[in-house]
């Protein structure tokens, strides 16, 4: 019989090892500091086509684009040795969605990426959250003074979600610390002005917007 995610415990072997930390238990990540500033990225769903491995693979694709990294992470881990390193999945996180959901889509970003590094793989924590209430453990699980990644795609259409976003960036300086901020997508002024001297951006394209500029 096909096992699935629920027999084998929703992939207990990830965060084997691994410190809890909070009330969700989030596991906590490694030592950060085999990161660097990515060369570039290529999205998970092109790691089979992508000659250049010179960059970092991301999830800033739709959650079903990349739900076999959650549930057969085993399988990938050759695949993702070729690459510099990896960006911890984006799994979504939604105003409204139940605070339980948030929570295990936390647990999968920190609990992928505590596994990859076990296996030897350079690790950048995406960080992603939805409002005030997830601050409560959005951030666990990732050590203060590193390299993190975020993604405006798709979470700034509004005047309203970029007043949101902008509030999370500011929550996530002020925990985190970060050393540098990988931004994937757009890098509003609104938004991000006020926190250029706090620590250094580097910003990528998304693939929707390099697909418009090459149409044009």
Not at 13 to 40: C, F, H, S
């Amino acid at each position: 019989m096909k096992k699935t995610i629920l027999d084998d415990g929703f992939q207990a072997y990830l965060t084997k090892g691994a410190i809890l930390v909070g009330n969700p238990g989030i596991p906590m990540l490694l030592d950060l500091k085999n990161t660097q500033i990515p060369k570039g990225l290529v999205p998970f769903n092109k790691i089979g086509t992508e000659k250049d491995k010179n960059k970092y693979v991301h999830f800033y694709i739709h959650d079903y684009k990349f739900s076999q990294i959650l549930t057969s992470t085993k399988k990938y881990v050759d695949k993702l040795k070729q690459f510099d390193g990896v960006i911890t999945p984006d799994c979504s996180m939604l105003i409204n969605q139940a605070q339980c959901l948030q929570q295990t889509n936390t647990y999968f970003n920190r609990a992928i990426g505590f596994y990859l590094q076990k296996q030897g793989i350079p690790v950048i924590p995406n960080i992603r959250w939805s409002d005030e209430k997830s601050f409560e453990y959005c951030f666990l699980g990732v050590p203060k003074h590193s390299i993190v990644s975020i993604s405006t795609h798709g979470c700034i259409r509004s005047s309203a979600q970029k007043e949101m976003f902008k509030t999370g960036l500011e929550e996530m300086i002020k925990q985190l610390e970060p050393a540098a901020v990988i931004v994937h997508g757009f890098m509003p002024d609104s938004v991000f002005n006020d926190y250029l001297d706090s620590t250094l951006f580097y910003r990528f394209p998304s693939e929707f917007e390099t697909a418009h500029i090459k149409g044009e």
